[in-house]
């Protein structure tokens, strides 16, 4: 990841997910109407998938939102991120946000304050449009998390 600049905005949000698979493109689009409102404390990163590596320029922030589609779940969740103990990495392809939050802890013996909001996607099929319940729950995302900026 690559967070040149000036990092020291407070907040992090951080939209995932494929604009040309349909709802998968939530993360990026919800990233993209927080980025429009020019908020001076918040910088906005957008990118498919999470890596081992982002880990260390997201301990610059306070706090990081991820915005991600979901493939089951309510339509929109809000949650911190806990720590699981003990959970060993098993893969570097897809990292979970715990995942993420137990590397900062192991590596840099550090806390990392993450919340992530999920957004239960309908298709993720090859395509550039966003259904309209899910651009719904996006529009409500957006909302909830200027809220709690």
């Avoid at 919800?30 to 982002?54: N, P």
């Avoid at 779940?73 to 809000?78: I, Q, R």
């Avoid at 999920?118 to 449009?129: A, L, M, Q, T």
Wanted: aromatic residues 4%; glycine residues 6%.
């Amino acid at each position: 990841m690559s967070l040149n600049g000036d990092n020291s905005k407070k907040i992090l949000v951080v939209g995932i997910g494929n604009p040309l698979r349909c709802d998968d493109g939530v993360g990026p689009y919800v990233a993209d109407c927080i980025e429009a409102k020019g908020i001076k404390h918040v910088k906005v990163w957008v990118t498919q998938q999470l890596h081992i590596e982002d880990v260390e320029p997201m301990l610059e922030f306070k706090r990081v939102i991820l915005v991600d589609a979901s493939t089951d779940g309510p339509p929109l969740d809000f949650r911190r991120v806990e720590s699981l103990k003990g959970q060993l990495l098993s893969s570097s392809h897809h990292l979970s946000a715990e995942t993420l939050v137990n590397l900062a802890h192991s590596i840099y013996h550090r806390d990392l304050s993450m919340q992530l909001c999920s957004i239960r996607g309908n298709s993720f099929e090859v395509g550039n449009r966003i259904s309209s319940d899910v651009l719904a729950c996006a529009q409500e995302a957006v909302e909830l998390i200027c809220t709690c900026l």
